[in-house]
């Protein structure tokens, strides 16, 4: 029995990982240290017992800074027979300091293993996340992961079933991460701009534009003919903030990076919010053109669980 808080775009939670700290404005309300406060209380000791010192007992949803990593649990994504969609540590941060190296290779050995299910790592720590999958390597006739030196390069990327990302709530957040989210290796990368806390555009990283010239080889920057686009993210996903403090964010922030999505052919995924200058009420009448919930090819077989 575990605890399940899984966020509306996955069909499963696999905490791996609990507890965290905060690091920036987007934690002053972390919805993840709220739920553990609350199974902290939960009747079922299997649920209570292993968020025991993970919140303050006086305040609800403040973190103590003790985060618990789970072995006993690393191999659950192998017994799950059906496809899912499948949020990891929802209720923490997989690459926490305090998270060491060893579970983090095996949690990508299962990840890698478990191909039938499309995993969502979400981190506030893409310079770590960066600087691990630049060390990640296959062997591909074993079908496993290991760990070279650092600064080892892999000669695979991630799968396309694993999806890399980081959270951003504002500009400032976006520009310091997402360039380290860029660093790593992988297939498939994206970004949960959540809690939106202000506009945030994601215009110049969308998409990397490239042209092949015969002569110089690859050039880029800003090229108006024979352009060959990629995306670099695969999935953006928004939600403003929510619960009895929620700050209130502007359906028109939303808006724009729907447009910047759409612009750029990379799936969007609005999870509404707190309802601008009415508090702690839901976005319970989300306007008709924000209903977007589109996913990524590969995630889009995640049965409902
Ligand atoms: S990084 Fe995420 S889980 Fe950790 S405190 Fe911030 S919002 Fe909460």
């Known amino acids: ?22 690091v920036g404005p987007g934690c002053d309300n972390c919805v993840g240290a709220n739920a553990v406060h609350r199974f902290g209380r939960h009747p079922d000791p299997r649920i209570a017992v292993p968020m025991a010192g993970l919140t303050t007992p006086e305040r609800r949803g403040t973190w103590t800074g003790k985060v618990s990593h789970y072995w006993s649990r690393l191999d659950e994504p192998t017994r799950w027979v059906k496809p899912r969609r499948v949020a990891v540590a929802p209720l923490g941060d997989l690459f926490h300091e305090a998270v060491e190296d060893a579970f983090l290779i095996d949690a990508f050995r299962t990840m890698h293993q478990a191909g039938r299910h499309a995993f969502f790592v979400l ?11 630049r060390s990640l390597c296959f062997d591909e006739r074993a079908d496993d992961v290991y760990r070279a030196g650092v600064g080892g390069r892999p000669y695979l990327p991630l799968a396309p079933h694993v999806f890399v990302g980081t959270s951003v709530e504002d500009q400032q957040r976006a520009d310091e991460r997402i360039p380290e989210l860029l660093r790593a290796e992988a297939a498939r990368r994206w970004v949960a701009v959540e809690p939106m806390l202000g506009p945030v555009d ?3 990283r969308l998409i990397d534009a490239y042209r092949w010239d015969f002569l110089a080889g690859e050039r880029r920057g800003t090229i108006t003919r024979d352009i060959v686009t990629e995306p670099r993210f ?5 939600g403003g903030e929510t619960g009895p403090s929620a700050r209130p964010f502007d359906v028109a922030w939303v808006r724009a990076l729907r447009d910047q999505c759409r612009a750029a052919g990379v799936p969007f995924w609005f999870r509404g919010g707190a309802r601008p200058a009415r508090g702690s009420v839901l976005l319970d009448a989300v306007p008709a053109d924000l209903v977007v919930q589109e996913l990524p090819l590969e995630a889009r077989d995640g049965t409902q669980v």
């Open 234 to 238: 695969h999935f953006v996903v928004c």
């Open 202 to 204: 994601l215009r110049d």
């Open 1 to 22: 029995v575990t605890a399940r808080r899984t966020p509306d775009y996955t069909t499963a939670s696999w905490n791996v990982v609990l507890g965290c700290s905060p």
């Open 123 to 133: 981190t506030k720590h893409p310079r770590r996340m960066a600087e691990f999958s």
